[in-house]
């Protein structure tokens, strides 16, 4: 087994298969979670399913991206089904072509950005306890019919696109220098303070074509997800739609009231956390926490120049093939019309996704996690299947042993995962 790295020295990893023509790491690779199927912990088995999908990709003629954490991420989403990997890998590239990724990280000015965080504050600041990049969104500000007065929704999703690409590089490998360990995935507060059906219903569509983005291409970057100032009835709904899910996501989902504060500083270091939050933390000199983007990735210490911009051969290459709508980038037609219309529709499809590539079924944690959160705070905007599951316990005087739920949509961003997909069993939220 061999490392090569790139700048400074990593010891090598002693328990996991590299490849020497595509693991050019300089940060470390082993995982923390000493889970199967994660870097440093996987097991032979799963070592000659990266081999097997790498060669797959390879005779197919892919050449980038086919380093081993990168396969080992699509592996997990896909429960190691080197098939199905393969498939999502490829959706992936033929994507990511189309979209123009490769183009858009090394060109995109997002100009605007200050001006609609007023109305979508959605942003990258500092780490938690475990070093890992913190995302915040508060979700109770937004203004869609203000922020397209600014921008467009197309422009909204180049600018995730972006961000997801400077969360893979340099985010997560300066993280990981700093932390001495590897760091895969990030720590996500939403804030729901002000969340009514208004907010959620007029962004609806805009993230849920995000979602399609988030879960088909940017798979296992969800680490913990906060939801706090959630509104009264949601920790008891979550409590009921919990017992469907793997207890691996239910891990990651922590359902806060307004009394936060403790519980977040617990694993995020007060002078991190946004004075806003219950913090220490203002960014003066840099215009706010919001706009600051500061975290390790800004320290010279652990910062290091990403590799897509140390390619100038590819500054003007894989420009955008085609315009964003319905049926290759995850974009639905009805979003462009909310800019001269002020507001968004609320028709769905039947999985809740577009695009390329989008699953009916979405099988790894991070799209599981994230479609749930979203399901508590609205009870879906179109009529949808029922199912009857158990009810909560009943109050003192109530008599029930099971409810009708409807099936609806679920989506929200959470920072390194969007996504969208039935959810069982869940039943709506009080607001």
Known sequence: MHLHHSTNSVPDNPSMDLDPKYDHYDFPTTSPEKKSGHPGHTTKEQDAQVHQLRMALEQAGYTERLDTLTLLRFLRARKFDVEKA????????????????????????????????QYYPQYYHKTDKDGRPVYIEQLGKIDLTAMYKITSAERMLQHLVVEYEKVADPRLPACSRKAGKL?????????????????????YNYVKQASAISQNYYPERLGRLYLINAPWGFSTVFSAVKGF???????????????????????IPKENLPKLFGGECECPGHGGCSL???????????????????????????????TMEAGNTGVDKNVEKEKSQGQTSTTTTGHGTTGAGAQGVVDDEEAEAIRVAKEIMQSGPSPAPTQTIPAPAAQPGATSTSTTAAVPQATVNVGGGIAAAPVPGAAPAPM
């Open 86 to 117: 393969k498939q999502m890998f490829i959706e992936c590239e033929k994507w990511r072509k189309e979209f123009g990724v490769d183009y858009l990280v090394r060109n995109f000015n997002y100009e605007e950005k200050e001006k609609v965080a």
């Open 292 to 322: 600051s983007d500061l975290g390790p990735w800004q320290e010279k210490e652990w910062a290091r120049p990403p590799k897509w911009m140390q390619d100038d051969n590819k500054k003007n290459e894989n420009k955008p093939t085609k």
């Open 183 to 203: 760091l895969e995935t990030c720590c996500s507060i939403m804030d729901l303070k002000g969340v009514g059906l208004y907010n959620l219903n007029q962004v």
């Open 245 to 267: 899910l793997d207890p691996v996501t239910v891990e990651k989902i922590h359902v806060l009231g307004y009394g936060y504060q403790a519980e977040l500083l617990k694993h």
